[in-house]
Nanobody, 115 residues
Framework: QVQLVESGGGLVQIGGSLRLSCAAS????????MGWYRQAPGKQRELVAM???????NYADSVKGRFTISRDNAKNTAYLQMNSLKPEDTAVYYC?????????WGQGTQVTVSL
């Protein structure tokens, strides 16, 4: 089992910044990807950013140039730095970790960008 705990969400004004953290614990072996997804009210969950371990990073077109995903291997923690936030970034953000055996999700953290 893998446990993922997100933190760092909150209320921010347009143009502001937030950094989300995702701390992983448990049976973390052979990680394939770590990523961030979001779900706004009435919408489907969508990929925001993904880090392929040992490889590339992928971003949704809507966040390219504004968001950056990173990982601290020593701390088993992934981060999502979000800059130049827009109202349309308002959503619950979920951390995701995939290994060859597991697909794990965090509980989500709310990000609200105010007008």
């Amino acid at each position: 089992q893998v446990q993922l705990v997100e933190s760092g969400g909150g209320l921010v004004q347009i143009g502001g910044s937030l950094r989300l953290s995702c701390a992983a614990s448990g049976s973390i072996f052979r990680v394939k990807t770590m990523g961030w997804y979001r779900q706004a009210p009435g919408k489907q969950r969508e990929l925001v950013a993904m880090l392929v371990v040992g490889g590339s990073t992928n971003y949704a077109d809507s966040v390219k140039g504004r968001f950056t995903i990173s990982r601290d291997n020593a701390k088993n923690t992934a981060y999502l730095q979000m800059n130049s936030l827009k109202p349309e970034d308002t959503a619950v953000y979920y951390c995701n970790l995939r290994t060859f055996a597991l697909n794990s999700w965090g509980q989500g953290t709310q990000v609200t960008v105010s007008l």
